[in-house]
């Protein structure tokens, strides 16, 4: 049960690491657009749902992909993948040095995310076998 308890809560931490790398913008939903059923995405995007206003906070479009960073290039699934395995020492550092981030924005965009996420997954994977070894 413990193990168990412990690989769930390094899964959640691990998902909560990688929602928090993207830029977040606010959506607000509101009450159904003419026209559209309740509950169903309006053509602006947001979600109808009648009498109730809620604000959901998403991630939003990043204006720097595919843009070249220093090096000229944009970062691609490689890099998304080492980004993604050194990620615990990077939101360690990312604290202590406020010129240290988690997430490279010039990146080739979901590749890239398709690399950060496999790295960050290679971490609970890791651990979760050596818990399971125990």
């Known amino acids: 049960m413990k193990k168990t308890l ?10 909560i690491m990688v929602a928090g790398c ?6 607000q939903v509101n009450t159904p657009a ?12 947001q979600i109808n749902v009648p009498g109730v ?7 939003g479009p990043n204006p720097m992909v595919n843009t070249p ?14 980004h993604g395995i050194i990620s ?4 360690v550092l990312s604290f202590l040095h406020k010129n240290v981030q988690m997430y490279e924005v010039h990146n080739d965009g979901s590749l890239y995310n398709l690399g950060f996420f496999l790295g960050v997954f290679l ?12």
Do not use: E
């Not at 003419?34 to 995007?45: D, M």
């Not at 960073?69 to 080492?82: K, T």
């Open 53 to 59: 206003n809620i604000q959901v906070y998403a991630p």
């Open 6 to 15: 412990f690989i769930f809560a390094l899964m959640a931490v691990m998902f």
């Open 123 to 134: 971490w609970a994977a890791v651990i979760g076998l050596l818990v399971g070894r125990r």
């Open 34 to 45: 003419p026209n559209t059923q309740a509950g169903t995405p309006a053509p602006n995007g």
């Open 22 to 27: 993207a830029s977040s913008k606010v959506v």
């Open 88 to 91: 615990p020492v990077i939101i």
């Open 69 to 82: 960073d220093g090096h000229g290039a944009p970062a691609n699934i490689w890099l998304g993948l080492w």
